[in-house]
């Protein structure tokens, strides 16, 4: 035990104890029981493993080279002459990376050979911009760094340069500076298969004369060769498997429209000053919202006819025979996935073409009023194909919406803004923690049946609570050596507690937190919560830590999200995540889950 001295005023000081991390008591009793003479050995172990852990399969080969590991890891701790754990390496084990709280944390164990329209793709909007939607700059490294976190969708807008013999990409009608079309191109050819071999598909925004298209087409070919995706010898009644089209890049995008004049750099500067005048987004992001109220209150306030015209940024003027016309071949040949152009109502662009699948294109908001009246037909079209839903307009601080509603709708890409940091943000990235972080997640059946009388999944429905979730909270550990010792309050230690929560349909979300543990680094809450859960496969483990302050605003000490499908039974070390995502180097929590 040491001492930790805050500076109070000039002449007094306030001494904290500083406690290392222990075992709390019942993984002390558990050791007891797994262990004799205060050592655990391999049969101890392995039967750790299947009796606590749930680790049903595990063999004593397995357990034996567990052991192996553990006592390597440990090493600097203990110097271990027998196959043999004490206490402080069987806790420091408990804590470590090798017992993730995920089934796997970077192995593809999904079925990765149905069609594309079968999984939910890690997506982003905007892709190359580094801040807000108006006055940021565009550049490739936002790129770079979201295909390294595995997002396997990235937008790009292409407008012609101020000559208006070159591209450039950048967020039209804006103030954004842009970067080159070419450089984009290198960047993505060079890190697409870093962290995931399968497919990375271009949705493309064309704002290009025929001659500008011509010149894409030669970038886009010369760029990408072999890895380049064409669709000619494809059935295009269903789309190819992630399997299929490993270390491929895909184009899709909109038959090309006609060619837009940039606006005036004035409208561009009303634009930016909009922008000015929102906030930083605070820390945390919105709570995250329930799904059913908030389409409820959106229903409330719309009181247009359901099929009226539903066009957006993404549709402009552009009119197939035009295009057959205008757009440069080579362009159009490029396109292995056609997004459609929407004509009509929702019932007409949600219509079903046996024989053509095609990709649609929705603002959160159009959605949002479609889900209303047309839920049914939105998880019918998305079994065979693919819905994108990109953020509003509005947000033009990069913000974002709540992904769960097109999740549970079936939507393949639900892009966020990977800039706009908060709750949204991390449902996403926990989400794709799944299937080894390769970008790609499988659909639950739930969302691929039909019944008899085509009868298919329906969020907003009571059904049975099917599993139950117990999580168990025992204590945290790490935040001493992550941060500074001023970090979250200048004249005391931290005081945490955690939040835990589940993200999911409507009837399986909440909230529920621990009691504040004050002035502690290491912090020992050992409470339980119960989750009810009618649809787990949807489920996503919400995991906060908050340092709460008196008179201001908690503290951001951590978080992370966990899809509940993928989660092991047992006590797991729980690595947490920095607001933007970033795991932290020391900062986890030791936590217990149980089906019942
Ligand atoms: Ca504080
Ligand atoms: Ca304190
Ligand atoms: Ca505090």
């Not at 493993?49 to 004593?60: A, D, I, R, S």
């Not at 072999?226 to 299929?244: A, G």
């Not at 819905?387 to 974002?400: E, G, Q, Y």
């Not at 706009?420 to 970008?439: D, E, K, T, V």
Request: proline letters at 5%; glycine letters at 6%.
């Amino acid at each position: 035990m040491s001492k930790q001295a805050y500076k109070v005023c000039c002449c007094f000081r306030r001494r904290f104890k500083f406690r290392e991390a222990e075992a709390p008591d019942e993984i002390k009793a558990l050791f007891g029981s797994y262990s004799e003479n205060g050592l655990m050995t391999v049969d101890h172990l392995h039967k750790f493993l299947k009796e606590v852990q749930g680790e049903e399969t595990v063999t004593m080969e397995e357990a034996e080279s567990a052991m192996e590991s553990i006592i390597k890891d440990l090493k600097h701790l203990h110097v271990f002459h027998r196959k043999v754990l004490n206490l402080e390496a069987f806790f420091r084990y408990l804590f470590s990376d090798a017992n993730y709280p995920l089934i796997s944390s970077n192995k593809v164990h999904q079925d990765m050979t149905a069609p594309l329209s079968h999984y939910f793709v890690y997506t982003s909007h905007n892709s190359y911009l580094t801040g807000n939607q108006i006055s940021s700059d565009c550049s490739d490294v936002p790129i770079i760094k979201a295909l390294e976190k595995g997002v396997r969708v990235i937008e790009l807008d292409m407008w012609p340069n101020s000559t208006k013999d070159n591209v450039d990409i950048y967020h039209g009608r804006t103030l954004t500076t842009p970067v080159d079309l070419i450089k984009c191109l290198s960047s993505i050819r060079k890190h697409a298969f870093v962290a995931s071999e399968y497919p990375v598909i271009l949705t493309l925004e064309d704002h290009l004369t025929p001659d500008l298209q011509a010149k894409v087409a030669e970038m886009v070919t010369h760029t990408f060769g072999d890895v380049l995706f064409s669709s000619e010898s494809e059935c295009s009644s269903e789309f190819p498997s992630p399997e299929s089209l490993k270390r491929k890049i895909i184009i899709s995008t909109k038959p090309p429209k006609e060619y837009l004049e940039t606006k005036s750099i004035k409208e561009r500067d009303d634009h930016s000053r909009k922008a000015k005048n929102l906030s930083e987004e605070a820390a945390w992001g919105n709570e995250v919202s329930d799904i059913a109220d908030h389409l409820k209150i959106h229903n409330e306030l719309q009181n247009e006819p359901d099929d009226g015209e539903f066009l957006d940024e993404e549709d402009a003027r552009e009119d197939i025979q035009e295009l057959q016309q205008n757009a440069a071949p080579k362009y159009k040949n490029l396109i292995a996935i056609h997004a459609r152009k929407r004509k009509g109502g929702i019932k007409d662009w949600l219509k079903i073409d046996p024989n053509n699948v095609t990709r649609i294109s929705l603002s959160e908001e159009k959605f949002e009023k479609a889900v209303l009246s047309h839920g049914g037909d939105i998880v019918r079209f998305t079994q065979r194909n693919l819905l994108r839903i990109f953020p509003k307009a509005m947000r033009l601080d990069s913000s974002n919406y709540n992904p769960l509603i097109g999740w549970t709708h079936g939507a393949q890409m639900v892009a966020l803004n990977m800039q706009g940091y908060g709750r949204y943000l991390w449902l996403m990235q926990g989400l794709f923690r799944a299937n080894g972080g390769c970008g790609y997640v499988k659909k639950p059946d739930i969302l691929l049946q039909i019944g008899p009388h085509s009868e298919v999944f329906d969020p907003k429905r009571a059904l049975p609570v099917k599993k139950t979730l117990k999580v168990k909270v025992y204590m945290g550990d790490g935040w001493n050596l992550d941060f500074h010792h001023t970090h979250f309050d200048m004249y005391s230690p931290p005081d945490f507690y955690v939040k835990v929560g589940i993200a999911g349909v409507s009837d399986d979300s909440a909230v529920k937190k621990t009691k504040i543990v004050e002035d502690n680094w290491v912090p020992t809450w050992e409470e339980e919560f119960e989750f009810q859960l009618r649809v787990p496969e949807l489920a996503l483990l919400r995991i906060e830590v908050h340092e709460y302050d008196m008179s201001e605003k908690d503290d951001f000490g951590g978080q992370t999200c966990l899809p509940v499908s993928e989660l092991r039974e047992g006590i797991r070390g729980v690595p947490l995540y920095n607001q933007k995502g970033e795991k932290y180097k020391s900062v986890k929590l030791l936590m217990r889950f149980d089906f019942l």
